[in-house]
Structure formats: structure tokens, C-alpha cells
């Protein structure tokens, strides 16, 4: 999905306004252009306040509820409306289905009535492994569906609404000191404790999320990565058919081949001709940087990739076709001092060998390129070769003599 990311802590407030100055951006060219690639826009909701239908389908009262009923016409008004099933209500979750969300916040301040009657809520250590529990719970049915958790919603809110009745009110589960308005609490410590519960439950999630289920889900996004970049083509030479991710996912797009395309296809290969540049991770390309920054200088994931081909489609024969690097547009002085390039192939030939050794099928290395050349995507000369080639005033080589004076030792 990947890939997934740490669970959230929402600490932002109400109040944020008036912390922060206010922002006049005139800008006539104000639109949705100017923010970057992968910035989101969307809108925020919440179960408890959308979903109405407080008494239906076995959902039972939160703090909230009881809450509520306390003021005339309370009851009429949350109970009486029905907008819609929302995903995760207050620790009982009573419909496993889930819209593809970007972010699911998992408290949202309606603890269960039973919790805050049994042992009070968050003033006990105890709903640490209750909020845990549940937790684990939306971890499970969610994860492949969530792309970000949060832990709670504004906890400043409600620990100060719900403990102190202080400058955000009264609210839910109504402690405080001021017994005009609580019947009971401790605003000189109840807060604190509140708080300190709430962050050692935060924690304990993010600590189950990290060691159960983080590297589950980033295993899974790199799988179906992995076959819908590299299985879509070998899978169906080796197996016969497309990998299973992209026939769970495409559906019906992705065509089906017949009995007489199936023997066709099955097995069409002598060898594997394999082009390795870089490796990626949540997007971004990982390894020491080179002159390009989606070719990142990683010998590991040609590794990786060889071991992975051996043990998925049954050890095939395999040539390196392809794999090079590039220093960016250097002066021609600096490029042919060519160190960067021996590091690259030193450590990219010393991969292979090591796969090699585990029994990988590998039988041939070729460097791109042999000339620095016309790269397609980027209509322009990229110096990917052994030798430069250059059209500042003619055509000319220049040998890089650190790369042939050179051996991999």
C-alpha cells in the first residue's frame, strides 16, 4: 500500500486560530497547481456526529450518549436522525465494512458508557489494553484498506472538557472540581492522569502497529509492486497466466488467456534478460544518490531481485542486460575522473556474484552503455557510457580513464 505509515497523533485543537496568525495569500494564480504532487485535499467526518440511530443494530451508549441525554430534547434529536453507516463507532465496530480511506482516526472522545461505568474510562490504566484491543481489531479487518491511522482525536479537548470544565466547557464524561456542573472529578489531577493514559496508549498502539502489522501491509504493497511491474510479463511466460494480485485487483480489464494461449505463452523462454537501475521504497528511490535522483546507486536490490526471480519462477536462466548510472550533466573533466561509475559496478558486480552463489542462474553482466546517448523519456544526452559523447561544438569521445584503468577487486 504502500506503503503504510506511522500511526498518527492528532494533536491539533479548536483553538489553533488564535495561536497562529492568520494567512492573506492574494495570489491570483491561488489554485490546486500550485501545491505539489501527492498533497491531498479532502474532507474530515466523524461516526459519532454523522450516523445518528444511537439505539439500532445492538450499538450501545457511549459517554457521549449519556451525555446527550441529559439536556431536553437531547435524546430526540441524535437518535432521531440516520445519515449513513460510518466505519468505526466508539469501541464496537458493528458492521466490518469500510470505505478506502486515506486516514481513520481511531478514538474520536465516544468511550464506551460500559468502560467509564466499570472502571472510569481513562482514569484507569486499564483502557490501555482495552484501546489496544481495539486497535488490533481495526489493524486486522482494516489495514489493507487505510493508508494512515490516528490514535485519537484532539486530546487536548478531551481531557480538558471532560476533567477540568474549564475554558472548552463541560463535556463528557463531566469530572471536574466545580461542583455547580460536576457532581464529582479532580480538576488538579484528573486531567493529568487522563492525558497520561491517553499517550501510553497511543504508544502501545503504535508500537503494535510497527511490530505486527506495518512490515505485514509494507511486504504486501511490495508484492503487488513487484507483480504488476516484474510479474505481469514473466509470471504468465512461467505459470502460464497472470500473477493473482493483478487478477484481484484489474478484474475483468485484465484479459484472460485461453487453453491455446496458455501452452503458447507457458514456457516461452530460454533465458531472463533482466535491465536493473535502482530500487524503490514508499515512492522514492533508495541507495546512494547519482547525477539522476529516481537512479539511486543500489547494489542490494539487484541482490534482492535475483535471489527473489530464483526462489518465485524457478531459477531461470538469467542475463543482465542492462545496468548503469549516470553523474548528471558534469564537465567533461570531472566526468571522465569516473569514480562514481567503479563504486557503481564494483558494488552491482559484486551483487550478482553473491546471488550467484545462493545458486541464482546468472550467466552474463552488460553495463549500459557502452556511449553516453540520447535518453528517450528525457530527450537529451545522458552520460551513462563508458566513453563521453558530446555536441558542444562536434561529436567527439572521451574515454573515462578511471573506469578502464580500473578493476573490480
Known amino acids: 500500500m504502500a506503503a503504510l505509515q506511522v500511526v498518527l497523533f492528532l494533536i491539533c485543537s479548536s483553538f489553533a486560530s488564535a495561536v497562529f496568525a492568520a494567512t492573506n495569500d492574494t495570489s491570483p494564480h491561488f489554485n490546486r497547481t500550485i501545491f505539489p504532487e501527492g498533497f491531498v ?12 440511530a444511537a439505539s439500532e443494530e445492538g450499538r ?7 451525555y446527550t441525554h441529559k439536556f ?4 430526540e434529536v441524535y437518535e432521531g436522525y440516520r445519515l449513513g453507516r460510518f466505519q468505526i463507532v466508539h469501541f464496537l465496530v458493528t458492521d466490518i465494512t469500510l ?5 481513520v482516526t481511531i478514538f474520536h472522545w465516544d468511550l464506551p458508557q460500559s468502560l467509564e461505568d466499570e472502571y472510569l474510562g481513562f482514569l484507569s490504566p486499564r483502557i490501555i489494553d482495552d484501546y489496544k484491543d481495539f486497535a488490533e481489531l481495526c489493524f486486522k479487518e482494516f489495514g489493507d484498506r487505510v493508508k494512515h491511522w490516528a490514535t485519537f482525536n484532539e486530546p487536548y479537548i478531551f481531557t480538558s472538557g471532560g476533567y477540568d470544565g474549564g475554558a472548552t466547557g463541560n463535556a463528557p464524561p463531566g469530572r471536574c472540581s466545580n461542583r455547580s ?3 464529582e472529578g479532580n480538576s488538579a489531577t484528573e486531567p493529568y492522569i487522563v492525558g497520561h493514559h491517553m499517550l501510553i496508549a497511543h504508544a502501545t498502539a503504535v508500537k503494535l502497529y510497527k511490530e505486527k502489522y506495518q512490515s505485514r501491509l509494507d511486504v504486501k504493497a511490495a508484492q503487488r509492486a513487484l507483480d504488476f511491474m516484474y510479474g505481469w510479463f514473466i509470471h504468465p511466460i512461467v505459470y502460464g497466466d497472470y500473477p493473482r494480485t493483478m487478477r484481484s485487483i484489474v478484474g475483468d480489464r485484465l484479459p484472460k488467456f485461453t487453453k491455446e494461449e496458455e501452452a503458447l505463452v507457458k514456457g516461452s523462454l530460454d533465458y531472463l534478460g533482466v535491465n536493473y537501475y535502482t530500487a524503490v521504497a514508499n ?29 518465485k519462477y524457478r531459477n531461470p536462466t538469467i542475463y543482465i542486460l542492462e545496468t548503469g548510472m549516470t553523474d548528471g550533466d558534469k564537465e567533461t573533466k570531472y566526468a571522465i575522473d569516473d569514480v562514481g561509475r567503479v563504486s557503481f559496478y564494483n558494488g552491482h558486480i559484486r551483487a550478482v556474484h553473491r546471488a550467484m552463489k545462493q545458486g ?5 553482466f552488460f553495463a549500459w552503455s557502452l556511449l553516453d546517448n540520447f535518453e528517450w523519456h528525457q530527450v537529451t544526452l545522458y552520460d551513462l557510457g563508458f566513453a563521453i559523447l558530446t555536441t558542444r561544438i562536434t561529436l567527439q569521445e572521451f574515454p573515462k580513464s578511471q573506469l578502464f584503468g580500473s578493476r573490480i577487486s
Open 41 to 52: 485535499f479532502g474532507a474530515s467526518a466523524s461516526a459519532y456526529q454523522y450516523e445518528g
Open 360 to 364: 541464482v542462474n546468472v550467466k552474463g
Open 181 to 183: 456542573i460536576c457532581a
Open 99 to 103: 470505505y478506502n480511506s486515506i486516514c
Open 283 to 311: 515512492g522514492v528511490s533508495i541507495g546512494k544518490p547519482t547525477g539522476v535522483s529516481y537512479f539511486n546507486d543500489y547494489p542490494k536490490g539487484l541482490h534482492d531481485l535475483l535471489v527473489y526471480t530464483k526462489e
Open 60 to 66: 450501545r451508549p457511549s459517554i457521549w450518549d449519556t
Open 72 to 75: 431536553p430534547g437531547g435524546r
